[in-house]
């Protein structure tokens, strides 16, 4: 998935495209997106927040080798190199492509984790225990972050963190390590940085394979190699490209030299690479080539790349609520690893678990969450900007989906509408020996994911359901009662079955039934 987290959508001209209508900075078009979700936001009296499980997005990267990713953008530059040689020159780009006259394409199709990912994973850590870190293990006034032993100077257990293999996944554990446990800016300065990982363990999951692996659950969905039904996103891209970007194309022919033909996946390679020269080098001079809705359709083409394949999160995330380990596995959970306490420990205040995008996405699905159940449209452009699933605000480079178990006094207690923070454990009436009522809320990114549109009631419902997203623990868990057999896994992933008409925008709600 591409770098671009598009702000919110602007009136454009669809009559002419004038100078000022095209997006000349960047800072418009990149962004987390705070504004979905519940709008009673705060914690309520005599709440705290007891645990946390955060499921964290690779940073920055560059681009794969995949058809719709790096291997277009490589083919354009290609395209671009061979133009621009001697003895091929038949002209000059104009305007606003006169940088091409003497582009070099900077891009490897490595997936590799960029610098700038790196400083995101960095700052997320450091982010993560200002918000919990601070309350979860009580810190001292000044505490800037978490410290490996107890006021009496005994060692805490170290904290289990988990990651795939793959390089960018585990280079963005590495990076959130560094701020989270302020490895990189102790008291006493330690630039040999000796025994930095003393406060954590953290169990490496393979990827690449065919072993089961919850944070990388494709491995073991053999279906995703269909040339089918693995790319059914890809097809609905490709299909999508000519309805946003006929007219952007033609624009920028207009600059281009005599012979020199733009296609629709050139103009998408622009903006693609818009997308990774910013990751990579904070700068890039296509980015200003296109309109709000240009950008806009092309964050319609991230919403067709999702599959659902989040069971086996969805059903670690239920266990280590329920303090429970696996001795066996219906999905990609690996029953190895989580069968075995030190691998996959259940009584940790904090879990966090480094994977992709898709299997946030995946798990959202798999949780039956309807207010992202809003499928892309291949036909309508500019698409609608108040749909809730929007890939782009939803899991940017570095997004987190968080899980929070709050202990409050009271069964029912009154929502609070605006944020405050917790400067002190109890500040708000908060007490862990009568916080005996136990509920679950969801941070997807900066906003919180209303509960209540879970499929099945038990949550609530947009009527009767709580406005501040809080779900109770128990009816969380009866809530998910019902998900092993919604996501078919076995079927979905492991049989022969055909798709009819897969360019047809047709909603599968992430799972195939015979």
Same mark, same amino acid.
């Given at each position: 998935?591409?770098?671009?987290?598009?702000?919110?959508?602007?009136?454009?001209?669809?009559?002419?495209?004038?100078?000022?209508?095209?997006?000349?900075?960047?800072t418009?078009?990149?962004?987390?997106?705070d504004?979905?979700?519940?709008?009673?936001?705060?914690?309520?009296?005599?709440?705290?927040?007891?645990?946390?499980?955060?499921?964290?997005?690779?940073?920055?990267?560059?681009?794969?080798?995949?058809?719709?990713?790096?291997?277009?953008?490589?083919?354009?530059?290609?395209?671009?190199?061979?133009?621009t040689?001697?003895?091929?020159?038949?002209?000059?780009?104009?305007?606003?492509l006169?940088?091409?006259?003497?582009?070099?394409?900077?891009?490897?199709?490595?997936?590799?984790?960029?610098?700038?990912?790196?400083?995101?994973?960095?700052?997320?850590?450091?982010?993560?225990?200002?918000?919990?870190?601070?309350?979860?293990?009580?810190?001292?006034?000044?505490?800037?972050?978490?410290?490996?032993?107890?006021?009496?100077?005994?060692?805490?257990?170290?904290?289990?963190?988990?990651?795939?293999?793959?390089?960018?996944?585990?280079?963005?554990?590495?990076?959130w390590?560094?701020?989270?446990?302020?490895?990189?800016?102790?008291?006493?300065?330690?630039?040999?940085?000796?025994?930095?990982?003393?406060?954590?363990?953290?169990?490496?999951?393979?990827?690449?394979?065919?072993?089961?692996?919850?944070?990388?659950?494709?491995?073991?969905?053999?279906?995703?190699n269909?040339?089918?039904?693995?790319?059914?996103?890809?097809?609905?891209?490709?299909?999508?490209?000519?309805?946003?970007?006929?007219?952007?194309?033609?624009?920028?022919?207009?600059?281009?030299?005599?012979?020199?033909?733009?296609?629709?996946?050139?103009?998408?390679?622009?903006?693609?690479?818009?997308?990774?020269?910013?990751?990579?080098?904070?700068?890039?001079?296509?980015?200003?080539?296109?309109?709000?809705?240009?950008?806009?359709?092309?964050?319609?083409?991230?919403?067709?790349?999702?599959?659902?394949?989040?069971?086996?999160?969805?059903?670690?995330?239920?266990?280590?609520?329920?303090?429970?380990?696996?001795?066996?596995?219906?999905?990609?959970?690996?029953?190895?690893?989580? +069968?075995? /306490?030190?691998?996959? !420990? @259940?009584?940790?205040?904090?879990?966090?678990?480094?994977?992709?995008? *898709?299997? $946030?996405? &995946?798990?959202?699905?798999?949780?039956?969450?309807?207010?992202?159940?809003?499928?892309?449209?291949?036909?309508?452009?500019?698409?609608?900007?108040?749909?809730?699933?929007?890939?782009?605000?939803?899991?940017?480079?570095?997004?987190?989906?968080?899980t929070?178990?709050?202990?409050?006094?009271?069964?029912?207690?009154?929502?609070?509408e605006?944020?405050r923070?917790?400067?002190?454990?109890?500040?708000?009436?908060?007490?862990?020996?009568?916080?005996?009522?136990?509920?679950?809320?969801?941070?997807?990114?900066?906003?919180?994911?209303?509960?209540?549109?879970?499929? +099945?009631? /038990?949550?609530?419902? !947009? @009527?009767?359901?709580?406005?501040?997203?809080?779900?109770?623990?128990? *009816?969380? $868990?009866? &809530?998910?009662?019902?998900?092993?057999?919604?996501?078919?896994?076995?079927?979905?992933?492991s049989?022969?079955?055909?798709?009819?008409?897969?360019?047809?925008?047709?909603?599968?709600?992430?799972?195939?039934?015979?």
């Amino acid at each position: 998935m591409h770098a671009l987290y598009l702000a919110y959508a602007v009136a454009i001209s669809t009559v002419a495209v004038r100078a000022h209508d095209l997006l000349t900075d960047i800072t418009k078009i990149q962004r987390y997106w705070d504004h979905f979700g519940v709008g009673f936001v705060g914690l309520p009296d005599g709440c705290q927040i007891e645990s946390v499980q955060t499921l964290q997005r690779h940073a920055q990267r560059f681009p794969t080798g995949s058809i719709d990713d790096g291997e277009n953008d490589q083919r354009f530059a290609t395209k671009l190199s061979n133009l621009t040689l001697p003895s091929n020159s038949t002209g000059s780009f104009t305007g606003p492509l006169s940088f091409l006259n003497t582009y070099r394409y900077p891009i490897v199709d490595t997936g590799l984790l960029t610098g700038i990912g790196a400083a995101t994973e960095l700052a997320s850590g450091v982010s993560f225990w200002k918000r919990y870190g601070r309350t979860l293990y009580n810190a001292t006034v000044g505490q800037i972050a978490y410290i490996s032993s107890f006021p009496d100077r005994t060692d805490r257990a170290p904290i289990v963190l988990r990651t795939t293999g793959q390089s960018r996944i585990e280079n963005s554990e590495i990076n959130w390590a560094l701020g989270f446990f302020g490895s990189s800016f102790p008291i006493v300065p330690n630039p040999t940085f000796a025994n930095v990982t003393k406060p954590y363990e953290v169990v490496i999951i393979p990827e690449g394979g065919t072993e089961n692996n919850t944070l990388a659950s494709y491995d073991s969905c053999f279906n995703v190699n269909d040339a089918t039904i693995g790319v059914l996103g890809d097809l609905d891209l490709f299909t999508f490209l000519p309805k946003y970007l006929t007219a952007a194309t033609a624009r920028l022919q207009n600059h281009a030299p005599e012979g020199f033909k733009l296609t629709v996946n050139d103009t998408y390679a622009m903006q693609s690479n818009c997308a990774y020269e910013y990751g990579y080098l904070g700068m890039s001079d296509f980015c200003e080539l296109f309109t709000a809705d240009e950008w806009a359709g092309f964050e319609n083409t991230l919403d067709m790349e999702c599959r659902a394949q989040g069971l086996g999160y969805l059903q670690e995330l239920l266990a280590r609520l329920n303090h429970t380990l696996f001795s066996s596995s219906s999905s990609s959970v690996n029953s190895t690893l989580d +069968g075995d /306490a030190t691998t996959f !420990p @259940t009584n940790q205040p904090l879990y966090a678990d480094f994977s992709h995008d *898709d299997i $946030t996405t &995946s798990a959202l699905t798999a949780m039956s969450l309807d207010y992202i159940r809003d499928p892309p449209s291949l036909t309508q452009f500019p698409p609608n900007p108040h749909r809730h699933f929007i890939l782009s605000h939803l899991t940017p480079f570095g997004a987190r989906l968080i899980t929070e178990t709050i202990g409050c006094s009271l069964s029912d207690p009154a929502p609070v509408e605006k944020s405050r923070v917790s400067y002190t454990l109890g500040q708000y009436g908060y007490s862990a020996s009568n916080a005996t009522h136990k509920f679950i809320r969801m941070r997807l990114n900066r906003g919180i994911l209303p509960l209540d549109t879970i499929r +099945g009631g /038990a949550c609530g419902n !947009p @009527t009767s359901g709580r406005i501040d997203g809080i779900c109770a623990l128990g *009816d969380f $868990t009866r &809530s998910q009662q019902n998900s092993t057999a919604m996501a078919n896994y076995n079927y979905s992933c492991s049989k022969n079955y055909t798709i009819t008409d897969p360019t047809s925008g047709k909603d599968f709600d992430g799972v195939i039934f015979q």
